[in-house]
């Protein structure tokens, strides 16, 4: 059945009409405008189909038609060194290793697309993720608009902020600065300047990079405080040694003081216990002298 099929179409292909270089090449509008004009002189009328039928024969059965459409084995040899210079050319051009992160646009880590004949970038997302800066109260805070990768020269640096909030939706900053310099300096942190900070680089009017940065505040009141706890609770132990957990062993609740303080206290004490017995030794002497006097005394001497 299969090959019975195939018989038929390869007749059909051989006694069928082929299109003609005419009709490749030319519209067929083309040829109507070129024929409307057509007129058969012996019966005076317009006719069309004469008028195709004639340049079918001139362009299809022409001899100098026919020579003139020949291409000669010269354009082909042609054709094939262009293509091998092509070929010699693209393989001297550096090889792409792939796309890395971070984020951000990079023209560098782009792609050459031999289909579309464009670069595809890296298609790294513009917002990188939220940096977390923690500064006391009056203190100085710093954040830099860098990126790990190589910027253009005609950079313009926009600063945003978002108070009191830790986001990346862009509707809510406010821009606060912009120009050339990626330095974002808070010479003496207050807690208004809570919240967060987007910097983002422009190359002509394209986006390069979105970075964040939340800050946070602490109180001075508080961080005083905080210390001063801290401090007062290291004092009150042995040694700066914080207490064990509940439940443990009963006899490491209070931890025995160190070799150094164990001397002293015991040297303070054996002085204290001989200043004592001195004291009372020579407290006793002027009694006994004051019994022999008298004893002599009554002696008569």
């Known amino acids: 059945m299969c090959t019975s099929a195939l018989w038929l179409v390869c007749v059909s292909l051989l006694f069928s009409t082929s299109l003609s270089c005419y009709q490749c090449f030319v519209d067929v509008q083309d040829s109507l405008r070129l024929c409307w004009g057509h007129v058969l002189t012996e019966y005076n009328v317009r006719n069309i189909d004469t008028c195709f ?3 079918d024969r001139i362009f299809n059965y022409h001899e100098g038609v026919i020579e003139a459409g020949r291409v000669d084995t010269v354009y082909e040899e042609r054709l094939q ?6 070929i010699a050319a693209a393989f001297k051009l550096p090889r792409v290793s792939g796309c890395f992160p971070p984020c951000g646009f990079q023209s560098a880590g782009a792609v050459y697309n031999c289909i579309t004949c464009q670069y595809d970038s890296c298609q790294f997302p513009l917002d990188c993720p939220v940096k977390e ?4 109260e009056n203190s100085r805070s710093q954040m830099w608009c860098d990126v790990p990768f190589h910027l253009p020269t005609d950079i ?9 909030v830790k986001t990346q939706q862009v509707d809510q900053f406010k821009e606060v600065t912009a120009g050339v310099d990626p330095l974002y300096s808070i010479p003496s942190a207050r807690l208004q300047h809570q919240g967060t900070y987007q910097c983002e680089i422009y190359s ?3 986006s390069i990079v979105r970075l964040y940065y939340y800050l946070t505040v602490t109180p001075q009141v508080v961080a005083g405080h905080t ?7 290291l004092s009150l132990l042995p040694g700066g040694r914080l207490l064990p957990a509940l ?7 209070l931890p025995l003081p160190s070799p150094p303080l164990l001397i002293a206290c015991l040297t303070a004490l054996l002085l204290l216990l001989f200043l004592s017995l001195g004291t009372l030794y020579w407290s006793s002497i002027p009694e006994q002298t004051s019994y022999a006097e008298q004893a002599d005394e009554d002696l008569g001497f």
Not at 133 to 136: D, G, L, N
Not at 227 to 233: R, T
């Open 227 to 233: 210390e001063l706890q801290e401090i007062f609770d």
């Open 53 to 55: 039928k004639k340049l």
């Open 156 to 164: 313009e640096v926009i600063w945003r902020f978002a108070e009191e």
């Open 204 to 206: 002509g009017q394209r």
């Open 133 to 136: 800066i923690k500064v006391t």
């Open 247 to 253: 439940g443990g062993p009963p006899h490491s609740l």
């Open 81 to 86: 060194t262009a293509a091998d210079n092509f």
